[in-house]
């Protein structure tokens, strides 16, 4: 380095320098040995407009609390300096999780200015971290403007509240952070303020609806108006009897004639088993309709598969009904039964697989697929 000195600050293709390497790296050592040459390779930024500084409070291995000591001691201005986005230091920590540089800092009545510092998006270091959900982080901040709003006007509660850990602003309610207005307005339900609130479906997705939670709904709607529709069907077979009634003024009067048949005992079971899935389904569906956490994705998921299982047990129960009806009233042979039973369960076995295999594809897995490409 001392035969060519210039090599300590020439660039890379992405614009890094030596001293931007050694701190990636978490060599203390050699962030040390560059910086005895001059300390001017403290302040070159890459093509990003990172320093030294900012690469080392990004890491969260190999000691970066050193190397930021060493960039520091050798350039104690340099926490001033802002990348492309006008972030300084906290910010690349607080966007990578990086908790070395918030420990460097706390405690220097000098540096607190940072904690509150905005970059060209309004947001502070306290709104990244709970944009990524560095929670730690957001929980050991101190001298932090808690309300502070972005240019969107979030505060960090509101990006917490847009994350899926929505058990962790509680901790921070505690701490005097508050939901913004337009915050409020989103928790009450007003979500096409803003476009963030479901980002997965701001392209489109392949479920075609709004939301998980709309998905699982319309699935919950669909298998109610099956379920109204077998507990009508059910309950018009239950007093329009296969073979019909005795009608002969005996003492046997107004009981059914085929009442002695085993497939009229079967009909009779399988019909009040249908009707009983039905209505149970029927009845679920009208106690989760009056629940006050309508719009959790996970009660609407739960409620759909339980409507399920009983819609797809009444609807069995209805076929076996409608067979053993139909062979109830003709004429008994081998010949019939076979014939009844391929007619009525083909298309039932056919269509089966295929239901199977929809049920394992969870909703918005597509979606999400593409948005990994």
Known sequence: MKKWPSTIEQVDDSGWTPLHIAAHMGDHEFVKLLLEN???????????????????????????????????????????????????VLHAAAESGGWAAFEFFEGRPELEGLMNEQDEEGNTPMHLAAIKGHYWIVHGLRGVHLNATNEEGFTAMDNILFTSELQRPIKLWGMGARLSLRGALLKMGIRNLDP?????????????????????????????????????????????????????????????????????????????????????????????????????????????????????????ALLVAFIAATYTVVPRSLGNAVAIILCCCLLSGVFFPLTIKKKEEKPGSKAQASQGR
């Open 38 to 88: 001059g300390n001017s390779p403290a302040y070159v930024r890459n093509k990003e407009g990172l320093s030294a500084l900012h690469i080392a409070a990004k890491q969260k291995k190999y000691r970066p609390d050193l190397v930021i000591k060493e960039l520091m001691k050798a350039c104690p201005d340099m926490y001033e300096l802002l990348d492309n986005k006008g972030r300084n």
């Open 196 to 316: 963030r609130s479901k980002p997965e479906l701001a392209g489109g997705n392949d479920m075609g609806t709004s939301s998980v939670s709309d998905f699982w709904k319309q699935v919950s709607d669909t298998n109610i108006l099956v379920d109204i529709l077998i507990a009508t069907v059910t309950f018009a077979a239950a007093f329009t009897l296969p073979g019909g009634y005795i009608a002969n003024g005996d003492d046997f009067e107004g009981l059914a004639v085929s009442r002695k048949k085993t497939a009229f005992r079967v009909f009779l079971i399988a019909n009040a088993l249908a009707f009983g899935f039905s209505t149970t389904a029927v009845f679920v569906h009208f106690l989760a309709s009056a629940t006050i956490d309508r719009e959790n994705d996970v009660f609407h998921r739960k409620v759909a598969r339980r409507n399920a299982f009983f819609t797809n047990w009444s609807i069995g």
